[in-house]
């Protein structure tokens, strides 16, 4: 490290200092550019969850404690066993009860949010619980993958599934 | 000094040059193997289940029959207005109805847990010509249960259920199996 700035330092010559100076403002300005574009409140990857990971998860003797933030009629039909069932966290109704729940929860526990009501990159629910939940303080959230829908991504593949309200 | 301002501007260069390579990679990479796609999945088995007679009433009051279907192919989307894709392809639905109407091709759609007024500026706007029907358990039950949006099943002139489209639709594919039992001998 010593080496690499001590080799910095004889670079003598302005236009070098200057281009490189240069470059990595060029640089830094389409990164923060390409994530302004983002869609707001994307989930960071080491948040995300697989669902072959959640199914591991669940048989363990530590459960994180599971909250689905879909519609209720997909509850209803198919649900991971033991979710909560928060309702459409995109809607008032939804955050307010989500709310409600995390109010009971302890800030440091794992808790998995997950939706599957469309493809992950157009649920309308997930996004909003992940940001509320992360903005009360809780460190351990994740949210359960499914590229399609929890029927596809979940109860297609085998995984385990209660039904009822 | 000018050598140590020199460096340190030097160094806050290449940080920076770093960072944005760093975050150029996490940004444009994909953040998992499973992401990269949302294809359309369609169902192994579709099983041909009958669907069964079944009553229901749509947004602007009418009796929509499962039993006035018969001989004809029939596409039933389940979707919502809030869902993103599934309010895209309301417009291909409406175009494959103009399409093939009047070769015996009819739609009914399922609307997920709209709220009514919003359900019905949105099929007004869009000047949706066919039924939009509000679903229900009993609705999601009769096509073997529909766990994700938009989800549309193809229903043969026999009545059967033959075809189960899960998540955004390839409208291409669609239409090469509605025309393929639009003009399937009939029995």
């Known amino acids: 490290m010593m080496g690499f700035l001590r080799n910095l330092g004889s670079v003598r010559r302005g236009p070098a200092a200057v281009t490189m100076v240069a470059a990595a403002v060029f640089t830094a300005a389409i990164m923060i550019r390409a994530y302004a574009a983002a869609p707001a409140g994307d989930i960071p990857s080491g948040n995300v969850i697989q669902p072959q990971e959640l199914a591991q998860a669940l048989k363990s003797a530590q459960k994180p404690v599971v909250l689905y933030t879909g519609p209720e009629e997909f509850y209803a039909q198919a649900h991971i066993p033991g979710a909560e069932n928060i309702g459409p966290a995109g809607k008032p109704e939804g955050m307010k009860k989500l709310r409600a729940r995390a109010a009971s929860l302890s800030k440091d526990m794992p808790v998995v949010i997950y939706c599957g009501c469309c493809p992950w990159d157009h649920c309308p629910n997930i996004r909003p619980a992940f940001a509320e939940l992360k903005k009360l303080g809780f460190s351990k959230v994740r949210v359960l993958y499914l590229a399609t829908s929890l029927g596809v991504d979940w109860k297609d593949k085998g995984f385990p599934v209660a039904s009822g309200e | ?187």
């Open chain 2, 1 to 187: 000094m000018r050598s140590m301002a020199r460096r340190i501007i030097l160094v806050i260069a290449a940080a920076a040059l770093a960072i944005g390579v760093y975050a150029g990679l996490e940004r444009f990479a994909p953040r998992n193997p499973a992401m990269e796609t949302s294809l359309p999945a369609i169902a192994a088995s579709t099983n041909l289940r009958p669907l069964p007679h079944l009553s229901f009433t749509d947004i602007n009051g009418s009796a929509v029959r499962t039993a006035d279907y018969k001989g004809k192919v029939l596409l039933v989307n389940f979707w919502a207005a809030w869902c993103v894709p599934c309010a895209d392809e309301v417009p291909q639905f409406i175009a494959l109805k103009k399409k093939y109407g009047n070769q015996g091709l009819q739609v009914i759609g399922f609307s997920v847990e709209d709220d009514p007024r919003e359900l019905r500026d949105f099929c007004h706007r869009h000047e949706v010509n066919y039924p939009v029907v509000p679903s229900d358990l009993r609705s999601a039950d009769a096509f073997g249960g529909v766990l994700g949006l938009p989800t549309t099943f193809v229903i043969g002139r026999d009545g059967r259920i033959h075809g189960r489209h899960e998540g955004t639709t390839d409208f291409a594919s669609l239409e090469k199996e509605v025309v393929a039992m639009l003009t399937a001998p009939q029995d």
